[in-house]
């Protein structure tokens, strides 16, 4: 059980509607192949530096989840079926993993 | 004679390492430090050379990676 590092934008218009939904989908991929959600912070919406697709903000989420290694292909590709999920990257990540907020900058 | 006053050119560079992850002992070069970063890059959102950047070869590669890590999420532009 390795831990990870994902950071999320989220389709800005689905993510203030309906937060819940994104961190019940994602969680529940996460549970779906036996990991576990060790913290998950909204860094909220911001405007792109370009824009991606139809999309010219996003909301962005970051999370630090535990997952065997075999897992994670197929988390991915579980995240890219979503709609709401423009774009993500998953990370190894070392340390200790806590409830971050926006950076600085951000 | 032409092949020693190479060797005390070059030298002189390897001495003084301005890099200034290597002095200040900055642990977190990371994508989400955006702070740090843009530092790091010209007015065009370019990334800076390490001429300019005075980093040594092996963190202006982590840098290098991180950036492009931050362009990737939109948190950074890739021009402008």
């Keep these: 059980m390795d831990t990870y590092e994902a950071l999320f934008i989220i389709d800005s218009s689905i993510a203030a509607k309906d937060w819940a939904k994104v961190t019940n989908y994602v969680s529940g991929v996460v549970g779906k192949y036996k990991g576990e959600v060790l913290a998950m912070s909204r860094w909220g919406e911001r ?3 370009y824009s991606i697709g139809p999309h010219k903000r996003g909301t962005y989420a970051l999370m630090y989840f ?4 075999p897992a994670v292909s197929r988390l991915r590709h579980d995240l890219q079926l979503a709609e709401m999920i423009v ?3 998953v990370l190894r990540f070392e340390g200790e993993a806590k409830e971050l907020p926006p950076p600085e900058g951000f | 004679m032409e092949e020693r006053t190479d060797q005390k050119k070059y030298r002189k560079f390897r001495q003084d390492n301005r890099c ?3 002095r200040e002992k900055i642990g977190d070069i990371d994508y989400k430090n955006i702070a740090l970063l843009q530092k790091l890059c010209t007015a065009h959102g ?3 050379s ?3 950047s005075g980093n040594c070869a092996r963190h202006q590669r982590v840098v290098k990676a991180q950036i492009k890590l931050a362009r990737f999420m939109a ?3 890739y021009v402008g």
């Design chain 1, 66 to 69: 535990k997952l065997p290694r």
């Design chain 2, 50 to 52: 390490r001429k300019r």
């Design chain 1, 87 to 89: 774009r993500f990257i």
């Design chain 1, 47 to 49: 405007k792109l530096c």
């Design chain 2, 46 to 48: 370019k990334l800076m």
């Design chain 2, 75 to 77: 948190i950074m532009p």
């Design chain 2, 20 to 22: 200034r992850f290597c």
